[in-house]
């Protein structure tokens, strides 16, 4: 059965500390792998992931696929009390499932 | 055990016709959404409807339609379909419209308008 896998599953740190969120994935046909920020409204999207080892840049969030150890993870630089949210993950199948969420990462930024 | 569910999974159709997609979901939450990812992957969302309120985006076409038959199931109509509609739907449930509880996903359907 596919499945998604985020760890830590809850996470509290300080402003300016950096993070690195995980996410395991087992995705018959797998074909990306999404990051979204969940705040109290709908998600963003963060990230697209399709080749191993090519990271993405966003202002202080950067994010690197491994096909090879099936994960991928999400660092977030110099934290503000402004990224406090659920960050999930979902692996997307080629075809059949579609997309595949994991239970996502809670972070908490205090100041 | 699967925790919230679309069918189909896959739906292509063609311009002009009407069809609905389901959507369930066994973790006894009060709160249901559905969204449509665009082609940048952006979730956009759509409704979002309690056992009180349905809330609509005022952006969406009332070509499109929530029902819910009970506390479990919020299925989406649409209308007279167009060439636009093509794109993911997402349904989600979360345990109240508050915004602090997460939402769960379901795995999408893959709609195609021809």
């Known amino acids: 059965e596919d499945k998604v896998v985020q760890s830590p599953l809850s996470l509290v740190v300080h402003e300016g500390d950096t993070v690195t969120l995980n996410c395991s994935y087992e995705?018959?046909?797998?074909?990306?792998l999404l990051w979204y920020k969940q705040g109290k409204k709908a998600p963003t999207f963060l990230f697209m992931l399709?080749?191993?080892?090519i990271e993405k840049k966003s202002g202080r969030l950067s994010s690197i696929l491994d096909k090879k150890e099936l994960f991928s993870i999400l660092n977030i630089t110099a934290t503000q009390t402004g990224d406090s949210a659920v960050y999930l993950c979902?692996?997307?199948?080629?075809?059949?499932?579609?997309?595949?969420f994991g239970p996502g990462t809670r972070l908490s930024v205090l100041p | 055990d699967t925790a919230v569910s679309q069918t189909p999974k896959y739906l292509v159709t063609q311009m002009g016709n009407d069809k609905s997609i389901k959507c369930e979901q066994n973790?006894?939450?009060?709160?249901m959404y559905w969204y449509k990812q665009d082609s940048k992957k952006f979730l956009k969302i759509m409704f979002s409807?309690?056992?009180?309120?349905?809330?609509i985006n005022e952006t969406v076409p009332n070509r499109f339609s929530p029902k819910s038959p009970d506390k479990a199931h919020l299925n989406l109509h649409i209308n007279s379909l167009e060439l636009g509609d093509s794109a993911v739907y997402f349904c989600?449930?979360?345990?109240?419209?508050?915004?602090?509880?997460?939402?769960?996903f379901g795995p999408g359907t893959r709609l195609t308008v021809l």
């Open positions: 989600a449930s979360s345990q109240d419209e508050t915004g602090i509880y997460e939402q769960f």
């Open positions: 995705v018959t046909n797998f074909r990306s």
């Open positions: 399709t080749s191993s080892g």
């Open positions: 979902a692996g997307d199948e080629a075809y059949g499932q579609n997309f595949v």
């Open positions: 973790l006894g939450h009060d709160t």
């Open positions: 409807y309690n056992n009180k309120e349905l809330i």
